[in-house]
């Protein structure tokens, strides 16, 4: 499971309970922005989520604790949430249509389940919905929905569920629920959405600590490498040195620049291994990458042993005057379309080299 996934989980669940919050509070317009903008960017997609089956396990997650079950749990939840808000607007055919979609992916859902038995009934005119006013708001509020959606409190004193008859259709009862139940649940809940918070802003904040101090290094590396002849290719995690001329006239016979640049090199590659440049880097980590041009009658690709004796030479200077071992250094060939410069005739000259790829070694861990 990555950072990123795990962030990403935690991310639907936190905008989720954002959205139980403002419910509760009796804001039930902040609480449809929240959730109809988890489904307009695509995070309550039932068909996206609807592989992930309960008691899966493994990578594709579930009932073990997967990152693909807690997102499906949490679409159910976000689902069954929008469709008591509709409820509550007064918005019964969107309630119904939410409440369809929760049954799609748990068809034993129980809220799901009550709340379409009971927007039947009243679409059946066995039930009805009325305004209901209370300390200046007003809700429209299906009488027979006060026990489905009083059972996760909604919303606070502000609006309150009032039943307007049984099922029979019969008397009104007059009775009054508060929507104020389930509140150790609520507590937990929010406790947990404060939780989530703290997690995903330390992940966000270990995750940019990384890159800083990954660029950081980069810059101290390329500082001390830095010298004619020589082009510094950097990438996001190691820097390619690419010597501007062929260090190789022929076949595994290296030039007189080729084996003076690469001792050069070793002499500060070691100073990096060891720690004792300028810039603060823990040691680096060296591949000799071997190239070679492909000719008539050869193997046009997957590399050659030509290409990778080169990079044993180019090793052997490379750890000459220096404290390295050849056993520091990773040697690989390169594949002959894969050249440091395009594979033209003109570069062919160039092209019969070796690159260096150097990397950064991790910092040892903080006790």
Request: hydrophobic share 40%; with cysteine.
């Amino acid at each position: 499971m990555t950072d990123s996934v795990r962030a990403r989980a935690m991310s639907l669940q936190l905008t989720v309970n954002r959205a139980h919050s403002a419910a509760r509070a009796g804001d039930l317009g902040q609480a449809a922005r929240l959730l109809d903008e988890l489904d307009t960017g695509g995070h309550l997609d039932t068909a996206r989520v609807s592989f992930a089956k309960p008691g899966s396990g493994g990578d594709s997650g579930g009932a073990s604790g997967g990152v693909s079950g807690v997102e499906r749990a949490t679409v159910v939840a976000a689902l069954n949430l929008r469709a008591k808000v509709h409820a509550q607007l007064g918005e019964l055919p969107e309630a119904d249509a939410c409440w369809t979609r929760v049954e799609a992916l748990a068809p034993d859902d129980p809220d799901a389940a009550a709340g379409r038995r009971t927007l039947a009934k009243i679409t059946a005119g066995r039930r009805h919905a009325r305004p209901v006013v209370h300390t200046g708001r007003v809700a429209v509020i299906a009488g027979a929905l006060a026990a489905t959606v009083a059972g996760v409190a909604l919303v606070g004193g502000a609006v309150r569920l009032v039943s307007n008859g049984d099922d029979n259709g019969g008397r009104a009862s007059g009775s009054v629920t508060e929507a104020d139940t389930g509140s150790e649940r609520l507590r937990a809940e929010s406790q947990r959405a404060d939780e989530l918070k703290e997690r995903l802003a330390s992940l966000e904040s270990d995750s940019k600590a990384d890159a800083e101090r990954r660029h950081s290094t980069l810059d101290e590396v390329a500082k001390s490498l830095v010298m004619p002849g020589v082009e510094l290719r950097r990438h996001a995690d190691d820097i390619q040195l690419v010597f501007s001329t062929g260090v190789f006239p022929y076949d595994t016979v290296i030039s007189r620049e080729g084996a003076t640049a690469l001792t050069e090199i070793g002499r500060r590659l070691a100073d990096l291994e060891s720690g004792s440049g300028e810039g603060a880097v823990a040691g680096v980590e060296t591949t000799v990458v071997g190239h070679s041009v492909a000719v008539p009658g050869g193997a046009p690709s997957g590399g050659s042993v030509v290409a990778l004796e080169r990079a044993r030479v180019a090793a052997w200077y490379l750890a000459e005057d220096s404290d390295l071992r050849l056993t520091d250094f990773r040697l690989v060939s390169a594949d002959q379309r894969r050249g440091p410069f395009p594979a033209t005739e003109a570069n062919a000259p160039r092209n019969r080299t070796v690159t260096l790829l150097i990397t950064p070694k991790e910092p040892p861990a903080a006790r």
